[in-house]
C-alpha cells in the first residue's frame, strides 16, 4: 500500500499533462487568396484538418496581414496552394522578407504546392527557405491526379506513418532537386514520387525518384514542404498534421 500515492499521482499525471498541452495549442497562420474563390478549397480543407481538437489555433492571413507583422507569436506559417508567382506577387518583398524573418527566428513554415514552390530559390518572387529548385520546370502544368510517394525512414519518423508507400493527390506542384546556395544547408527527403503524371509536354520519367516532401532548418525555424496535396479530401491527412506539428515545434518550446 506504500506505493498507493504514487501510483495515484502518476496516473494523475497523465491527464494534467494532457491538459498543460491543451492549454497551449499550436499557432497556426493560414495564408488566404481573398480574391480568388478557387484557391479557397485547400484552404477550406486545412481548416477541416488543424481543428481545436488536434491542438491548433488557426489564424487567416492575407498579405496586408504579415506586411503588417501579425506573424508576431505564431508557431507557423503554412503557405498552401493556388499559385506561387502571384503569392509571391501579393506578399511584395516586403512581405517574402517578413516571412524570412519570422522563420529564421524560430517559426515554422509549411509549404503545399505553390507554397512550396514560394519557399525555394529557383524564382524572382521565391523566399528562398529551402535550398531546392524545381526539376523541369518549363513544364510545370504537368497535370493532376492520383500519384504514390515512397517514404525515406525519417520520413516515417517524422510524418509518422508506418506505410512504405501512400497514394496522394498531386496537381502540378513542385518536383523538387537540391538548390545551388552555399549558405543554405542541404534538405532532407521525406518521402519521394514513385509514379507520375506526364500531360501537356512534360518530360517522360522526370517526375519518377524526385523529391515530394523535404524538410531542413532555416535559421532557428523548421521548413517543410509538400509537392503534392495531403490536406485534400481523402488524404492522407495525417501527414499534414504531423509536418505543420514538426514545422511549429522550435517556437512552441519556447514559448
Not at 90 to 111: A, C, N, P
Not at 199 to 213: H, K, L, R, S, V
Not at 226 to 246: A, K, M, T
Request: glycine content about 12%.
Amino acid at each position: 500500500m506504500k506505493y498507493l500515492p504514487i501510483l495515484f499521482l502518476a496516473c494523475l499525471a497523465g491527464p494534467l499533462a494532457a491538459q498543460k498541452t491543451a492549454s497551449k495549442p499550436i499557432k497556426a497562420g493560414l495564408y488566404l487568396h481573398l480574391d480568388n474563390k478557387y484557391y479557397r478549397f485547400g484552404q477550406d480543407n486545412l481548416q477541416t484538418i488543424l481543428t481545436k481538437e488536434a491542438g491548433f489555433e488557426v489564424t487567416i492571413l492575407t498579405a496586408e496581414d504579415i506586411r503588417a507583422g501579425k506573424l508576431e507569436g505564431l508557431d507557423v506559417l503554412i503557405m498552401p496552394g493556388g499559385s506561387g508567382s502571384k503569392q509571391g506577387a501579393k506578399l511584395e518583398e516586403s512581405g517574402r522578407g517578413k516571412i524570412r524573418d519570422f522563420v529564421e527566428s524560430g517559426g515554422g513554415y509549411v509549404g503545399i504546392c505553390a507554397g512550396s514552390y514560394l519557399a525555394t530559390n529557383d524564382y524572382s518572387w521565391s523566399i528562398g527557405l529551402i535550398n531546392a529548385k524545381a526539376v523541369d520546370k518549363k513544364n510545370w502544368a504537368r497535370g493532376k491526379g492520383d500519384v504514390t510517394m515512397k517514404f525515406s525512414d525519417a520520413g516515417k519518423q517524422a510524418l509518422e506513418t508506418t506505410s512504405d508507400t501512400v497514394v496522394v493527390n498531386y496537381r502540378q506542384g513542385p518536383l523538387f532537386s537540391p538548390g545551388e546556395k552555399k549558405d543554405l544547408p542541404a534538405y532532407e527527403t521525406l518521402a519521394t514520387f514513385t509514379t507520375e503524371i506526364c500531360e501537356n509536354g512534360a518530360t517522360p520519367g522526370a517526375m519518377i525518384g524526385t523529391t515530394a516532401i523535404a524538410r531542413a532548418p532555416f535559421g532557428k525555424g523548421r521548413v517543410i514542404c509538400y509537392g503534392p496535396h495531403p490536406e485534400r479530401p481523402g488524404g492522407p491527412n495525417s501527414l499534414i498534421v504531423h509536418g505543420v506539428r514538426w514545422a511549429a515545434n522550435a517556437a512552441a518550446v519556447s514559448r
